[in-house]
């Protein structure tokens, strides 16, 4: 361990300067070289072996009474916390290492670098609760005392950021660290908040960056929101922070500003400021009611669950502030310069809560909202290249389907051209992204929904794009059997993708009403039980696929086979085209819809006309004229009328008559 000094050096230097490649390196090969130690098969080997590496001499430094060595100690322990922050938080806990670093503190109380080092590991250590329990009450009052001191900014950074964690930990620590008698560090939140603002519109880089992550978690507090959303200038400047990045270059920043950047805070406060509450099925809505009881503060204050502070209008309110001050700009950048999958994943569900209020869709769009989206989950799925092709989704966590959401929120408002461009490509590569939401097991019923709207938008976009929405695996399995929800709008949307995808596609066209009769019989019953229900644009989207079929034979064939089998389907189009209702039933006396008697005098004429194709075809018409010829010297022959009426009617219907 000779080199152990100057190997803490360069990591604290890494450290510094956001290149924490290296030491993740090293603790990743610790890890994985690493086996469970004699005994103890239950334990952690990869966190045990890092200790035994790191522990000793770093314990060494620490109870060192010379500031050199006490820096570094202190500096690599720091490091090691955001690299491998279970070996960190087990040397913290050794014997004397806490106690090393409050005599450090009495050896050098007028040590500026002193002073910071002790503020930066207390910041990074207080965000784990095994480490919050060994920081006592004096510790928290140095803190306070370094926060409010006015001279040194990072100082005051980093202590506002311990505190911070202190205070937001403390509900969800054990009872007996919450009794510690640190109750009192989450009273000056507040105070906190605003000094961390001031911090991020006055001060330098480095308290920035601090001022920003203590904020990031600060920002669960409805309160806070409000506080940060109400002041244009915090914004700006915190929206600033973000580093630009022009598409295909590097930019003026590079990749070291970019990593010394609070990106990653950045984007977590936007989150924070703009998230809408979960939307809850009953069942889970009595769940959290029920916690919340159990729960409930004893003084009857509103939990931050249920701050009226974040209900839907005042979220809507500070997300029209986010943009209005460059939030959408600053979230775009991110997701351009990131190469981190958590903030790309982060910024992703921000798109998605700021496209919740429709005003801000058109604005997201001239952003380039649209592009990061694309960017963030091609980033997320892999290309089908990549993977074996199978019936299969690949496996998403809930979290990374909610970018995907955002995209479809975009498609279904807007054009395709003004969401994709006018490069088709993209539009292409948005089609597998909206399938995997659609049949994807872990999706739920408003992100299916909004995936079929997505979906039938890009439909009707050209007969090209129809025909590889149709490919897309899964894809009308899954929407035959939505067609059958008993959730109106899911069943609508279905329905309506399945007739553009019918007017559109010759594959589907053929495979509702085609050559294989029997095997879309079945299909045409369903679309035209759909004719029949309460949904006025389930039944205009049903009949319209339906009068399009009908220019088939073989579909005419299998409707008529319907109707001999269930006497259904004339009374379904005769319904859809009945113009004069039925004075004594008030649902029917109600003005009908010109779009469905359209498609039902279309799927009848249709019908009609099938049957006089059919005439012709079998010979009908030939026996016909043979009937009116045999019966010309014998006028009153009583099969000469009703051959003439029927010719006649052929003959109107298109049918070429030769005597």
């Known amino acids: 361990m000779s080199m152990l000094p100057s190997t803490l050096r360069k990591l604290e230097n890494e450290r510094k300067q956001g290149g924490l490649y290296r030491p993740i390196a090293i603790c990743t090969k610790l890890r994985k070289g690493s086996q469970p130690p004699a005994g103890k098969e239950d334990g952690d080997p990869g966190t045990e072996a890092i200790r035994r590496t790191f522990g000793p001499p770093v314990v060494s430094r620490m109870s060192d009474t010379t500031e050199t060595s006490l820096l570094a100690g202190m500096s690599f322990l720091t490091a090691l916390f955001e690299v491998d922050w279970q070996s960190a938080s087990a040397i913290l806990r050794e014997d004397g290492v806490l106690e090393s670093v409050t005599d450090a503190l009495d050896l050098f109380p007028d040590s500026t670098t002193i002073s910071r080092a002790v503020a930066a590991l207390f910041a990074n250590a207080s965000g784990h609760k095994a480490c919050r329990a060994l920081i ?184 029209r502030k986010l943009v209005k001050h460059g939030a959408l700009e600053a979230l775009v950048a991110a997701a351009r310069a990131a190469d981190s999958p958590a903030v790309r994943l982060t910024v992703g569900q921000a798109l998605l809560h700021l496209t919740e209020d429709k005003e801000n869709r058109g604005k997201i769009l001239q952003a380039g909202g649209s592009k990061a989206l694309m960017r963030i989950i091609q980033s997320i799925i892999p290309t089908q290249k990549s993977t074996v092709r199978s019936s299969a989704a690949p496996h998403l966590e809930p979290a990374e389907i909610e970018p995907i959401q955002a995209l479809a929120k975009l498609a279904i408002t807007s054009a395709p051209v003004q969401v994709f461009g006018p490069n088709q490509g993209a539009l292409f590569d948005a089609i597998r992204p909206l399938t995997l939401m659609l049949v994807h097991p872990t999706s739920n019923l408003l992100q299916r929904f909004e995936a079929l709207m997505a979906l039938t938008n890009l439909a009707s976009h050209n007969g090209e794009v129809a025909e590889r929405v149709a490919r897309a695996d899964g894809l009308l399995n899954k929407v035959e059997l939505l067609m059958l929800e008993d959730h109106t709008l899911v069943r609508r949307a279905a329905t309506e993708l399945v007739c553009n995808l019918v007017g559109g596609c010759e594959e589907v066209y053929n495979k509702f009403g085609g050559e294989k009769a029997a095997a879309s019989k079945s299909k045409l019953q369903v679309l035209v039980a759909l004719c029949d229900v309460d949904d006025l644009q389930t039944r205009l989207a049903a009949s319209g696929a339906v009068a399009t079929l009908t220019t088939s034979p073989d579909a005419c064939q299998s409707l008529l086979e319907l109707q001999r089998e269930r006497k259904r389907v004339l009374p379904v189009l005769g319904n859809l085209a009945e113009v004069n209702g039925d004075d004594d039933d008030e649902e029917k006396s109600v003005a009908p819809h010109p779009g469905l008697v359209h498609r039902g005098v279309v799927c009848i004429r249709n019908l009609f006309l099938s049957l006089a194709t059919e005439a012709e075809r079998v010979g009908i018409v030939r026996a016909l004229v043979g009937v009116v010829q045999a019966s010309s010297a014998n006028l009153d022959a009583p099969a000469l009328r009703p051959t003439a009426e029927t010719l006649k009617w052929l003959l109107e219907s298109g049918i070429q008559i030769t005597v």
């Open 136 to 319: 006592s009450e004096q510790h928290v009052e140095w803190l306070v005392a370094k926060s409010r001191q006015p001279t040194d900014d990072v100082l005051k950074a980093s202590a506002a950021v311990a505190l911070v964690k202190l205070s937001r930990g403390v509900g969800t620590d054990a009872p007996q660290v919450e009794s510690s008698g640190r109750r009192d560090a989450s009273a000056g939140d507040d105070e906190l908040a605003r000094l961390m603002k001031g911090l991020v519109v006055d001060g330098q880089s480095s308290s920035s960056a601090d001022a920003v992550e203590g904020l990031a978690y600060m920002t669960t507090d409805p309160n806070i929101k409000e506080l940060l959303s109400n002041d244009g200038a915090f914004l700006s400047r915190l929206f600033s922070l973000v580093p630009r990045r022009k598409p295909g270059t590097t930019g003026n920043q590079s990749p070291e500003d970019i990593a010394k950047s609070p990106l990653y805070g950045v984007v977590v406060i936007i989150f924070n400021l703009c998230s809408y509450r979960p939307r809850l099925t009953d069942e889970q809505a009595q769940i959290a009611k029920l916690r919340r009881m159990a729960n409930a503060p004893k003084n009857g204050a509103a939990s931050e669950e249920t701050s009226p502070l974040d209900d839907d209008e005042h979220v809507k309110a500070r997300a």
